[in-house]
């Protein structure tokens, strides 16, 4: 098995592409140790040292690390534990856990604004923010703000205020004039 790593916008965060498939929908965010008692893989990752944060997509798995420590010493040790998760045969996700969709449910008078949203945010921001690691979730629409909550290698990266801003909040309010502005939300 070789797994290759890339690096994102954020310096405190590598990709990790293991060549096979980590998620088969969705995505899933383990902001600590005690999150990832969901998943072997990301338990598992969480036993090196230094980890502070491991985010799962399609096909890469994100992880997040302490200032204090270089990725030259813990980079060879998240290799082999995603190794060996693979090598063990156990499932990336347990059995009853699910893998997040996403999207928040909103329903209401502003029902087809948000399926606008949500669509742009599948087809356009989620595929371009899952290149560098991350992925975007929407959490809601209310008098035209849109909260959106940053994961992965997008949460806590340098640029993610401008990826909110620029980005996204000059998309949305080119193709839906109900957005006014875009907000992040901690979850």
């Known amino acids: 098995m070789f797994i290759q790593t890339e690096s994102t916008p954020n310096p ?10 980590v998620l088969e929908m969705g995505t899933a965010d383990f ?9 072997p893989l990301a338990a598992r990752i969480f036993t090196v040292s230094g980890v502070t944060g491991v985010f799962f997509g399609n096909d890469f798995v994100t ?13 060879p040790a998240i290799l082999g534990a995603v190794m060996e998760h693979y090598q063990s045969g156990q499932p990336v996700m347990a059995d009853d856990a699910q893998a997040a969709s996403g999207h928040a449910e909103h329903t ?8 606008q949203i949500k669509e ?6 989620r595929p371009a923010v899952a290149q560098d690691g991350g992925d975007i979730t929407f959490h809601g629409f209310d008098r035209g703000v849109v909260y959106l909550h940053m994961q992965g290698a997008c949460a806590g990266c340098p640029s993610s205020t401008l990826t909110l801003k620029m980005g996204i909040e000059n998309l949305l309010r080119h193709y839906i004039p109900e957005v006014t502005e875009v907000r992040p939300v901690a979850v």
């Open 63 to 75: 992880v997040t690390k302490d200032d204090a420590v270089e990725w030259d010493h813990i980079k």
């Open 31 to 39: 902001p600590s140790a005690e999150a990832a008692t969901k998943s």
């Open 12 to 21: 405190a965060t590598l990709k990790f592409l293991p060549g096979q498939t």
């Open 108 to 115: 209401g008078e502003d029902g087809e604004v948000v399926d």
């Open 120 to 125: 742009l945010l599948d087809s356009r921001v």
